[in-house]
């Protein structure tokens, strides 16, 4: 089946993506398994080798594959990071993992003629299924430890950025060992419907409301399934906090790919004195970003919004909130340039937890602040949402900081600072509530998502008579 394939800065449906069939699915899946005893039977150092060997590959492809990105997107400069950070994130596996991965001798237990030994068995068939706002590091963010851990792995990217799945396969293809075991499936939802009665496990970033599908399908096939979800990151600015350093960190938080990340701040509740201070401090810093819509797209740091839909939720929660009473401080229009759409970086303030803007996820760079008595009710209101994906707390008593961060209900906080899953690995955590569910795909835990343990369990005493029924 064919599918037309949205340009985000033209508006124009310029590529046109063929969608791999359930049969098609099922011949690949049973390729790669084919494929995976011989990937397993290597030592993760080897393993390692062939992903640097990809590396060199990726780099040759660059251009094109930052190219398509961009076109997939609409970004240039967030697609030429998203490219730089997969480069990195195969260096750290290849660095990291081969430890980790290392079975080592039997252990003397508790017990004293029993010996024990752990041995971690790759789980043959990964499934990805990743969405469009990072389409390629999210595509491979579980790919990499599955495959260091000696698993095969087919990914079905999103139908809305397909762009970059030639350029990569070409990469993946100058690495004939890797290309045995790593394929992408284009297509949209029934692909990926089709793969999940295909493989052993699956990995799932994307919506609340697909990940439930997905996660029923996993229970249905009796597969493990780690769900990585939407959110509605909250930021609490507390008494004491520097105005300036939340400023500019929510600025950031708030706004960078144009709020079009799981780890976007989406709410803030401020601590009141400090509220029309820091409203003017967000105006000047949010006054400073501009569409990237030139003919230069690196200049500017707001991409556009990358589909006509999803600029209807905006416009939604932008309408809903301002019937209810808010105020638009400033922003607060979605722009038609060049047939693309680009929302305006947007403050809004007299906001309430009866708008959708400060309940469900927008995915659009606005922020609502909303001014708050103290420390408890922030944290009551922050809590009080569906979603648990991360948050950020700012306050220069940092013991007064840690302790809201402690109990802000969400699996990654940021404290004086905003979205730092962003750019550090080493945290391991979980999404709470609806954000998702199964192990941390951050830290080196990541890797045991891709193993089942065995336990080898030795009677190393034996001159000992093994007749249980009388001995004991
Ligand atoms: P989406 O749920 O619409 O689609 C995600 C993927 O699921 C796509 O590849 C799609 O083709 C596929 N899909 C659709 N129906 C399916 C089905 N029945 N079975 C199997 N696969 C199916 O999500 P999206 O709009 O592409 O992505 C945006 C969402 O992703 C936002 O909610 C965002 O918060 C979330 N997200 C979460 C994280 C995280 O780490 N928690 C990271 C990035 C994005």
Excluded at 190 to 202: I, M
Aim: proline fraction near 5%; aromatic fraction near 6%.
């Amino acid at each position: 089946m064919s599918l037309a394939v949205r340009n985000p800065r033209s508006g124009k449906e310029d590529y046109t993506l063929v969608a791999a069939t359930a049969d098609r699915v099922a011949e690949t899946c049973a390729q790669l398994r084919r494929g995976q005893p011989a990937w397993a039977a290597l030592t993760a150092a080897q393993r390692a080798q062939l992903l640097q060997q990809w590396k060199q590959a990726l780099q040759q492809h660059r251009d094109a594959i930052v190219a398509a990105l961009f076109a997939d997107t609409g970004r240039m400069n967030e697609s030429a990071m998203e490219f730089d950070t997969i480069c990195h994130a195969i260096d750290r596996w290849c660095r990291d993992a081969p430890p980790w991965l290392h079975s080592g001798p039997p252990q003397q237990t508790s017990v004293p003629f029993l010996a024990v030994a752990r041995q971690d068995v790759a789980i043959p068939l990964v499934g990805v299924i990743s969405p469009w706002n990072f389409p390629l590091l999210l595509s491979l963010i579980d790919a990499l430890p599955a495959l260091m851990a000696g698993c095969a792995v087919a990914v079905k990217p999103s139908e809305i950025t397909p762009r970059f799945i030639q350029p990569l396969q070409a990469s993946i293809a100058a690495v004939p060992a890797l290309a045995a075991v790593l394929a992408y499936l284009p297509g949209a939802g029934a692909t990926g419907a089709a793969l999940l009665e295909r493989v052993d496990a699956v990995c799932f970033t994307g919506s609340v409301a697909t990940g439930r599908k997905v996660g029923e399908a996993a229970a249905r096939a009796f597969i493990p399934a780690f769900l990585e979800l939407g959110g509605k990151d909250a930021a609490l600015v507390l008494e004491g906090a520097d105005i300036a350093r939340s400023s500019a960190a929510l600025a950031w938080g708030a706004m960078v790919n144009a709020g079009q990340s799981c780890l976007s701040i989406e709410r803030a509740y401020v601590h009141q004195p400090l509220l029309q201070p820091l409203l003017e401090h967000l105006s000047d810093d949010i006054g400073k970003l501009r569409f990237c819509a030139g003919e230069d797209p690196c200049d500017g740091e707001i991409g556009p919004i990358i589909s006509a839909r999803q600029a209807d939720i905006i416009r939604a929660h932008l309408d809903d909130a301002r019937a209810k009473g808010a105020t638009v401080v400033c922003g607060g229009e979605i722009e038609r340039i060049g047939g693309g759409l680009w929302c305006q970086p947007t403050l809004l303030t007299d906001v309430d937890h009866t708008m959708l803007v400060m309940t469900e996820e927008t995915f659009a760079p606005i922020l609502p602040l909303m001014g708050v008595g103290g420390d408890e009710q922030a944290l009551a209101l922050a809590n009080d949402s569906q979603f648990g994906l991360s948050g950020a707390v700012f306050c220069n008593d940092r013991d007064r900081a840690r302790a809201v961060a402690r109990r802000l209900q969400a699996g990654a906080v940021s404290i004086n600072d905003c979205a730092l899953t962003a750019i550090m690995h080493e945290g391991e955590k979980q999404a709470f509530k609806l954000s998702g569910m199964g192990g941390s795909r951050m830290g080196l835990v990541s890797l045991r998502r891709f193993v089942q343990r065995k336990a080898l369990l030795e009677n190393t005493d034996l001159t000992w008579d093994p007749w249980w029924f009388h001995s004991r």
